[in-house]
């Protein structure tokens, strides 16, 4: 389901124990409706804990000189993107129609063995999002989404 590149970035994730989900195109196709996506999408929760944290994935991941402070993660809208299409990992603090919180409680994992599970926003969490985005490309994710009713597709097994 991921490459390498972004398999590595989410183990860091975990290692250092930030709090993310997996939003986006890879979300989408978690949740039934497979589309190319050029990126990894990554919403993060804002807390002075959790950007610190993050840092410390950027760095670990070869990124340490980009010139970033946790104060970067601490507003919400925040985009920061790494690498490009289609090896672009982008750092989300806000996506539209709904907020981290809401989004964590729903979560939903896609589990690759015993001790790796990947956190997805959940469904309706998804739905949401999508359906508050001006892009088209969202709407028509909305519609599929809709159309699917939420049944995961994955590699894995998805619990919640």
Do not use: W
């Amino acid at each position: 389901m991921l490459n390498k590149h972004f398999q590595e970035f989410i183990e860091l994730l975990e290692k250092h124990e930030v709090e993310y989900l997996v939003v986006g195109g890879y979300a989408v196709g978690f949740h039934g409706f497979p589309r190319y996506t050029g990126d990894l999408d990554v919403f993060i929760g804002i807390s002075e804990e959790n950007s610190k944290r993050i840092l410390k994935v950027f760095s670990d991941f070869g990124f340490s000189d980009l010139g970033l402070e946790p104060a970067d993660f601490l507003e919400e809208e925040i985009v920061i993107e790494i690498g490009r299409e289609p090896m672009k990992i982008q750092i989300l603090t806000g996506i539209d129609g709904v907020t981290f919180k809401d989004c964590y409680k729903e979560k939903v994992f896609l589990e690759l063995d015993e001790k790796k599970k990947i956190p997805f926003i959940g469904y309706e969490s998804l739905l949401r999002n999508k359906k508050a985005s001006p892009r088209a490309k969202d709407k028509i994710d909305f519609e599929e989404l809709k159309r699917i009713k939420g049944q995961p597709v994955a590699g894995g097994d998805a619990t919640r």
